[in-house]
């Protein structure tokens, strides 16, 4: 089976196992459809199962960037309108554009009304390997899909190979598609990059991501972690791409060090805190460029798509039920500082999965399980003690201000409760 649950980029970027290579052979596809019709999610269910084939369905474009980030699809496909009242295909085209730069050779077959002759034809010219008319004839329509994945990539300004690891990014802030944007400027270059930000913010994945535009791509890079001093061996004869952690935590006599042993062939992509602490010489090797992965608090509603994409993946992960997040839930999560970045969130949506019964995330789930002590003095930053008032004020909203059942949620007696609430002037 094809499709894999973790969040963690190693799995999501491992290749699709049973599916069609070159044209003719059959084998079991794993398919994403896009649409938010029940009734066509189930009818597509229906046709591609008895077809030997599975297919996912995501009910809008977000839902389907999460499950592109937790798993590989041999297809997707893609209805053009999700809003009531739209059919001029605007959001199916940009759904479709924004997987088609993710993934270049991503199959994507266009679902249209039998009047969107127009929109298909700008779906076809954005990247579509084919369209299907509603209403379709199952094994048209299975067919249709089969021979899209197994005809040859189009021959597209990226390597074929960068289809192998398509490394996603989720968010739509303005900051995240910068983010995007310059990964998709420096991955083809062969430059040396070195990727910024706090830990835990994905670094890492944006590496991966430079990586996978790279014409490298099809090779996985090589990790060393360079406070490792055992790890050092495995640069001698390196070949390919090299992602070196944490050159800044290096003193200078480390770095030449660093520098002399760096085969000149591989390509370089650091990740660090800071570009600062490196040594001009050691910039220019491995640090042409910077991309600066923006911190959380900086990324505004993409905390809260995290949050729901981390909590769909935990419930497949765990065998829990489909964990929504309440209203509450999300504003704490928008609001919180949370330690670690995205990693920090991803662990407390999964602790919530687990403790939760009845699938629904409330604010006060995703609480610490024991509230910090407020001992910190404010830093003008956005930091805990902000933290820990979104939260509560959340928890109060979520129990309609009842200060009891607010601290029994949180943990707290009700005493401490109400002098939290009166030190944040709730
Ligand atoms: N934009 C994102 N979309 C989806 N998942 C993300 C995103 N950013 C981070 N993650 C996930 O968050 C976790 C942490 O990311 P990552 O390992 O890239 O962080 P990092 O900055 O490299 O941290 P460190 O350097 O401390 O290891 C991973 O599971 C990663 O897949």
């Given at each position: 089976?094809?499709?894999q649950?973790s969040?963690?980029?190693?799995?999501?970027?491992?290749?699709?196992v049973?599916?069609?290579?070159?044209?003719?052979r059959?084998g079991?596809?794993?398919?994403?459809?896009?649409?938010?019709n029940?009734?066509?999610a189930?009818?597509?269910?229906?046709?591609?199962?008895?077809?030997?084939?599975?297919?996912?369905?995501?009910a809008?474009?977000?839902?389907?960037?999460?499950?592109?980030?937790a798993?590989?699809y041999?297809?997707?496909?893609?209805?053009?309108?999700f809003?009531?009242?739209?059919?001029?295909?605007?959001?199916g085209?940009a759904?479709?554009?924004?997987?088609?730069a993710?993934?270049p050779?991503?199959?994507?077959?266009?679902?249209t009304?039998?009047?969107?002759?127009?929109?298909?034809?700008?779906?076809?010219?954005?990247?579509?390997r084919?369209?299907?008319m509603k209403?379709?004839?199952n094994a048209?329509l299975?067919?249709?899909v089969?021979?899209?994945?197994?005809?040859?990539?189009?021959?597209?300004?990226?390597p074929?190979a960068?289809?192998q690891?398509?490394?996603?990014?989720?968010g739509?802030?303005?900051a995240m598609?910068r983010?995007?944007?310059?990964?998709?400027?420096?991955?083809?270059?062969?430059?040396?990059?070195?990727v910024?930000?706090?830990?835990?913010s994905?670094r890492?994945?944006?590496?991966?991501a430079?990586?996978?535009h790279?014409?490298?791509?099809?090779?996985?890079p090589?990790r060393?972690?360079l406070?490792?001093?055992?790890?050092w061996?495995?640069?001698?004869?390196?070949?390919g791409?090299?992602?070196?952690?944490?050159?800044?935590q290096?003193?200078?006599?480390?770095?030449?060090r660093?520098?002399?042993?760096?085969p000149?062939?591989?390509?370089?992509?650091?990740?660090a805190d800071s570009?600062?602490?490196?040594?001009?010489?050691l910039q220019?090797?491995?640090?042409?460029?910077?991309v600066?992965v923006?911190?959380?608090a900086?990324?505004?509603e993409d905390?809260?798509?995290?949050?729901?994409?981390?909590?769909?993946?935990?419930a497949?992960?765990?065998?829990?039920?489909?964990?929504?997040?309440t209203?509450?839930?999300?504003?704490?999560?928008?609001?919180g500082?949370?330690p670690?970045?995205v990693r920090?969130?991803?662990?407390?949506?999964?602790?919530?999965?687990l403790?939760?019964e009845?699938g629904?995330?409330?604010?006060?789930?995703?609480a610490?399980?024991?509230?910090a002590?407020v001992?910190e003095?404010p830093?003008?930053?956005?930091?805990?003690?902000d933290?820990?008032?979104?939260?509560?004020?959340?928890?109060?909203?979520?129990?309609?201000?009842?200060?009891?059942?607010?601290?029994?949620?949180?943990?707290?007696?009700?005493g401490?409760?109400?002098?939290?609430m009166?030190?944040?002037?709730?």
């Open positions: 089976m094809a499709q649950l969040d963690e980029p190693p799995q999501a970027l491992r290749p699709a049973d599916t069609l290579s070159g044209s003719g059959s079991r596809l794993s398919i994403l459809l896009v649409d938010d029940p009734a066509v189930e009818a597509m269910e229906i046709a591609f199962r008895m077809a030997g084939h599975r297919l996912d369905t995501a809008g474009p977000e839902a389907a960037y999460s499950r592109l980030v798993a590989r041999d297809a997707v496909l893609l209805d053009m309108n809003a009531a009242g739209r059919s001029d295909g605007g959001e085209l759904c479709l554009e924004r997987i088609a993710d993934d050779a991503a199959c994507v077959v266009v679902i009304a039998h009047s969107g002759i127009r929109i298909a034809v700008a779906a076809m010219q954005a990247g579509a084919d369209f299907v209403p379709w004839r048209e299975v067919a249709k089969e021979a899209a994945v197994g005809r040859a990539r189009p021959t597209v300004a990226v074929a960068a289809s690891e398509p490394a996603r990014l989720l739509e802030s303005a598609q983010l995007r944007e310059l990964v998709r400027r420096f991955g083809p270059t062969g430059a040396g990059v070195i910024t930000g706090p830990a835990g994905g890492t994945l944006t590496a991966l430079l990586h996978a790279s014409a490298g791509a099809a090779t996985p090589l060393i972690d406070r490792d001093e055992a790890a061996d495995r640069l001698d004869g390196a070949a791409t090299v992602l070196l952690r944490h050159p800044d290096l003193d200078a006599v480390a770095q030449a660093l520098l002399e042993r760096l000149l062939a591989v390509r370089c992509i650091a990740i570009v600062a602490p490196l040594t001009p010489a220019r090797r491995v640090a042409t460029v910077e600066a923006p911190p959380l900086a990324r505004g905390a809260v798509l995290l949050a729901r994409h981390f909590a769909r993946v935990a497949q992960r765990f065998a829990r039920p489909g964990a929504r997040l209203e509450a839930a999300e504003t704490a999560v928008q609001a500082a949370w670690d970045q920090g969130l991803a662990l407390a949506i999964e602790r919530a999965v403790l939760t009845g629904t995330i409330t604010a006060a789930a995703l610490p399980p024991v509230p002590p001992t003095t830093s003008g930053g956005f930091g805990l003690i933290a820990e008032r979104a939260v509560i004020a959340a928890a109060l909203r979520e129990h309609r201000h009842n200060v009891t059942h607010a601290a029994a949620a949180l943990g707290l007696s009700r401490a409760l109400y002098r939290r009166t030190r944040h002037g709730l």
